[in-house]
């Protein structure tokens, strides 16, 4: 999947991925799309009700090896 930005949280325990994503998408115009790489299992449950309280879209989101990958379009 094509991005424009990304941003590793790996290591990073909640609430900082989700900290470190709004401050990216904030850099970001609408339509653009940020990678995030993350380590913090409740990341997964944190950026889907992210997604929804700010309007941006999770396009997806994968586990592998216990690392997790998201893909957000900004509103």
Known sequence: M???KELDARGLNCPLPILRAKKA???MTSGQVLR???TDPGS???FQ???KQTGNELLS???NNKEF???IKRK
């Open 2 to 4: 094509n991005f424009d």
């Open 25 to 27: 998408l904030t850099d």
């Open 36 to 38: 995030i790489f993350a």
């Open 44 to 46: 997964v449950k944190d």
């Open 49 to 51: 009700a992210f997604a």
């Open 61 to 63: 989101s994968a586990e």
């Open 69 to 71: 990958e998201y893909y």
